[in-house]
C-alpha cells in the first residue's frame, strides 16, 4: 500500500512518521512544495518552538480552542500534551514548562525539535520529495483504482490514501482544489494578529510590558487576560495574540477597525482602584505625581497615563485635584483605544476556517465525503490561542490520521510504545 502525505510541516511529519511506525508494511511518500520543511516550527516562540502546553485534561484544553475545540475533544483522550510529552522524550527531546504553562525543549532551540521530527521520518523511511506541489486529486474511480495526483510540473502519481496537511491560508482560492473534491470549506481569515494604532501617541511606548492587562473587543463581547506588548505599530503580546483568535471574524467583518477597552490593571474595578488610592494617600502626599504610582506600572507607561490624564509629572501627589484623580482611574480601567489594521506575521500565519469538521470524522480525520482521504493540521477548521496550542492540535490530528491511513478503513489502531 502506498499513501502520499502532502506537506512538510508539524502534522505532515507527524502523520508521515505514524503511517510507517503503525505499519512498516506501507509505502510513504511525503510531498512538499517548497525547498524546505518544518518553517513553522523552525521560528515559532522566537526560535524556541512552543511544543505544546501542559493542559492534560482534554476537557479543560478544548477551551483553548476558538475553533473546533469540541471535535478536539475526543481526539485528545486518545493523543493529546501527556503523549506528545513522552513521544518527543523517546526521541530525544525533554520539555520544560514555563510559569503560563507553555512547553519547550530544554534546549531553548527549535533545532531540537526539528532534529527530532527530521531523525524519526529518515529512521521509520518516509520517502521526502522537494519542489512537489500537488495540483489536483482525483478519488479512485471505473478509470483507475487508488488516487490519482498531478503535480505542479505535470508528473503523475499513485496513492492508494491520501493524507492532506497543507496547513491554513488566508486566501480562499487555495482551497479550491480540495472544494473540487467535494469538501465545503470554512471560509478562512488571518487569527491571531496584532492590532495596528497608526493614529495612537501610546505607540512611542515601544517594547513597554504591561502585565497583566485586561482587554475587551467592544461590540464583541469578547475580552482576553494576560501580558501586552506596547509596539511601534499598536499593541501585541498575549492578551492581544488571544483576543485576535477568539474575535477573528469580528474583526475581518469590521474591516480591522474597531475599538478596544484596556483596563491596565488586569480586571480591577474602578472602586478597587480608588480605595487603593485613598489606602496609600498618606505615604504618597509628598510625592510628585510621577513617583506617585501604587499599581508598579512600568516607569514609561505611567507616565504616559499621567500625560493623557493632564496631570503634570511633577505635581505634588497630595495636591491633586480630584478631578484629575477621577480621569486618571477611569484611564486605568477603562482606557480606549482606535484599532486600524492589523499585522500578521508570514511564517507564523494561522488561519481561521478551512475544511469543514462536518465533513471529516473526529477520531480518524477521514473525510466523509471520499474515503481514504484525511486531513491533519491547520488545513482543517482548527485553530487555538497562543501557548503551544496549535502545534498540539498538529500532533494530535496527524497521529491519529496517520494511524487511521495505515489501517484498514474503520479499524482502530491500537497505540504501540512506538507510534506518534
Keep these: 500500500m502506498h499513501v ?3 506537506g512538510g510541516g508539524a502534522a505532515g511529519f507527524f502523520a508521515s512518521i505514524a503511517i510507517r511506525e503503525c505499519n512498516p508494511a506501507v509505502r510513504v511518500t511525503l510531498l512538499e512544495k517548497s525547498d524546505k520543511v518544518l518553517s513553522k516550527v523552525r521560528i515559532s516562540g522566537g526560535g524556541r518552538c512552543n511544543v505544546t502546553h501542559a493542559c492534560p485534561e482534554p476537557n479543560k484544553l478544548v477551551h ?11 481526539a485528545f483522550a486518545l493523543f493529546g500534551p501527556k503523549e506528545t510529552i513522552a513521544w518527543f522524550k523517546r526521541e530525544g527531546v525533554e520539555l520544560k514548562t514555563e510559569a503560563d504553562g507553555r512547553m519547550f525543549p530544554v534546549s531553548d532551540d527549535s533545532a531540537s525539535v526539528v532534529d527530532a521530527l527530521l531523525l524519526a521520518a529518515e529512521r521509520a523511511r518516509v520517502e521526502l520529495r522537494f519542489h512537489a506541489a500537488v495540483r489536483s486529486i482525483h478519488p479512485p474511480s471505473l478509470a483507475h483504482q487508488g488516487f490519482l495526483l498531478t503535480l505542479a510540473d505535470g508528473s503523475e502519481m499513485h496513492a492508494d490514501r491520501v493524507v492532506i496537511t497543507t496547513g491554513g491560508n488566508a486566501k480562499p482560492a487555495a482551497y479550491d482544489w480540495l472544494a473540487a473534491l467535494g469538501q465545503d470549506i470554512i471560509s478562512p481569515v488571518p487569527s491571531l494578529f496584532t492590532f495596528n494604532m497608526p493614529d495612537e501617541p501610546i505607540r512611542a511606548l515601544m517594547g513597554v510590558v504591561v502585565d497583566p492587562v485586561r482587554v475587551r473587543l467592544l461590540g464583541a463581547g469578547l475580552e482576553s487576560t494576560g501580558p501586552l506588548l506596547i509596539t511601534h505599530w499598536g499593541m501585541s503580546g498575549p492578551a492581544i495574540l488571544k483576543l485576535s483568535a477568539w474575535g477573528a471574524r469580528f474583526a475581518h467583518e469590521a474591516g480591522y477597525s474597531f475599538t478596544i477597552q ?6 480591577m474595578n474602578e472602586q478597587v482602584v480608588r480605595e487603593r488610592l485613598i489606602t496609600n494617600a498618606e505615604d504618597l502626599s509628598r ?16 507616565a504616559f497615563l499621567l500625560e493623557k490624564a493632564a496631570i503634570p509629572p511633577d505635581m505634588p501627589w497630595g495636591q491633586l485635584p480630584h478631578r484629575d484623580r477621577n480621569r486618571l482611574i477611569d484611564l486605568l480601567t477603562n482606557d480606549r483605544y482606535q484599532v486600524s489594521g492589523k499585522t500578521t506575521f508570514k511564517d507564523e500565519f494561522v488561519t481561521a476556517g478551512g475544511v469543514d469538521l462536518a465533513q471529516v470524522d473526529h477520531l480518524t480525520f477521514e473525510s466523509k465525503v471520499i474515503p481514504g482521504l484525511y486531513f491533519a493540521g491547520e ?10 496550542f496549535n502545534f498540539q492540535a498538529a500532533w494530535t490530528t496527524g497521529a491519529l490520521a496517520g494511524r487511521a491511513a495505515a489501517t484498514d478503513r474503520g479499524q482502530r489502531t491500537k497505540r504501540t510504545d512506538r507510534t506518534p
Design 4 to 6: 502520499v502525505v502532502i
Design 64 to 74: 483553548h480552542y476558538p475553533r473546533g475545540g469540541k471535535a478536539l475533544r475526543k
Design 262 to 267: 484596556v483596563n491596565w490593571l488586569g480586571g
Design 287 to 302: 510625592k510628585n505625581a510621577i513617583n506617585a504610582d501604587p499599581f508598579h506600572l512600568p516607569k514609561r507607561h505611567w
Design 379 to 388: 488545513v482543517l477548521d482548527i485553530d487555538g490561542v497562543t501557548g503551544g
